[in-house]
């Protein structure tokens, strides 16, 4: 069987037996600094509109729904059942398909949608990205097949970066099948070097970070 | 050398356009990581770096456990993992999978692996339709090429090459607009990842302790490949394992900064299993396939088994004066650049292209960017010095070795070395303080003529160091 003949091989080289014990792996790097919410959202919003992504800050759930409503108006939309959507009452207005749970029914509207609606479950100061876990609430190709994404996250989800994400969530796979961390638009370069937004993915991201502080 | 390497090489630097594409590419790349890695910026870069090798060390030392690790997590998150030992192994797998599952369209992300084992070719020869969603790649794909760099497949390619081989593939009309030639590929593609019944991707790394695929991109075609159709394959290279999922918060911040100086790509995911119960996308089945394909040939030797630690960033590529001169297509195989040069011989055997660690000026600007610390000039070294012990006797360079004697020869008599320098200095032409670029009449002999074709002398000094330093001293 090739596996064991692998395993064998690999053994044989380093000299080790099956099942030896192994030494405690170098002690991991997680280093996290003292950010405060306000240098957060600062470094957030620089990061991310530096790679053409929008960052607006709303003080209250009513006034994400508002902003969120005039950005869709016309338009076709799919959101998430991310909670904290329907807690913003973005789910509940013309136009935004929601509450899908088939997966080709949630494809299809995905397809032809204009914009997809989503929240994260965290965002990374540092970096300007989106984490989303994968779950009932929040499917995975709503921030990937329309052309434009719409993310509205609670402002205390705002982590200081990857250091503080892996602290908090140092076992990704034991809450969902995937996790994806987005910073800014999908962008290509492979032609002369040359930037183009929204290759595969979304060309337009846009964040409404909800909260005051 | 073989000729055809030979060959490859004068092409490359008989062409001008190429020469600049490759130049003013990798200047782009070269730069971008320089400020992303500048102290001010990352101050605890060098940190990063040295974490990494350990990490990696670690690992390698202890693969076999690290990977039975990542098999068993995988199965306990309902993925499968396969091992194959090489591309006939890897084919055979997806072929028998697609024909149970009666699958037709494949879509592929970017995979440095699956261009080791050409399995596009194996399987479109057994009639599935296996696509490139990558855009540099999809457009190698049509134009039936192998990738010119680890991370910018298509840099050789411009606007007007693109148009040529769309129209020419796709039957569209003529378009140059570089916007249009990338929506028109999103067109063509989304169709595809619509309708393909299996998805394969590569892996940047392979998380032990989750049992998770880790795939960095840009475009959004890993993450499409891996969520849209029902079964996603991951092909990996049995190096890609890493103990933790904590150790990306080292990895993730060396990799693309290393390789175009972007903080984070577009696209991180971290995939551990098909979709759950609760779940409402992701694909229904899971596989991972480990390839050795050479790999394991590394493993014996200490020191020379940090070519293992690689994860393809490319910035070696980007900062090599050979690279940058003859390019990737040169190289024989399907990796290039000084990480090329020292993986080839190490998977294929030296025999495979015995010029390849000779084909570098050991500047160690490689080392220097290494994000995992690769001491590639140093394994270079070695694998020359395993090239000269495997050549036969009849093979040997009987002058060569007679040079290199008389070389030593002369580097350990002092007075001599003075003497030989006045002579050569005298027989060298006088070149108005310009660059020697043709061969001196004097030196005109064969050896002498071959090893001068590709270099330019500087001219002599009028006085030597020796000389300098005496009348100082008086």
Known sequence: MTRDHILHRIRTALGRSAGQAVADPPPVRIRIPAVDRAERVKSFAFRLEALAGKVCRVATPEDACGLVASMVEGKRAVASNAPFLAECGITAFAGVETGITGREQLREKCASADVGITSADYALADTGSLVMLSSRGEARMISLLPPAHIAVVPVDRLLTGLDELFSIVPHPAEVSSSMVLITGPSRTADIEQILVRGVHGPGQITVVLVGSG | MSTEFDQKIHETLADPKLQLAIYTSTARLKQNRVNMVAADVLPDYQELRSQANAVKKHTIE??????????SNLAARGGKVVYCKDGTEVADFVLGLAKERGARLIVKSKSMTTEEVDLNERLEHHGLESVETDLGEYILQLAHEKPYHIVAPALHKTRYDVAAI???????????????QTMLARRVLREKFLAADIGISGANFLIADSGAVVLVENEGNARLTTTAPRIHIAVAGIEKVIPRAQDLATFLKLLARSATGQ???????????PRRAEEIDGPDELYVVLLDNGRTRLLPDKEKRQTLFCIRCGACLNTCPVYRKIGGHSFPW???????????????GVAHEPALPFASSLCGACGEVCPVKIDIPKILLDLRSEVKKSETREKQNRLEKFAFRAFAWLMTHPRIYEMAGRIAGAMAPSADGKWISSVPPLMNAPPVRAWLRE??????????FREMWRQRQR
């Open chain 2, 334 to 348: 399907v990796y290039s650049g000084p990480i090329g040069a020292i993986l080839t011989p190490q998977f294929m």
């Open chain 2, 455 to 464: 270099r330019d002398l500087p001219p002599p000094p009028p006085r030597s």
């Open chain 2, 62 to 71: 202890n693969l076999d456990h690290y990977l039975e690790q990542f098999e």
């Open chain 2, 263 to 273: 903080l984070l790509s577009v696209y991180t995911s971290f995939l551990s299993g």
């Open chain 2, 166 to 180: 769309f129209t020419h593939s796709l039957h569209v009309p003529n378009e140059t607009v570089i916007e249009n």
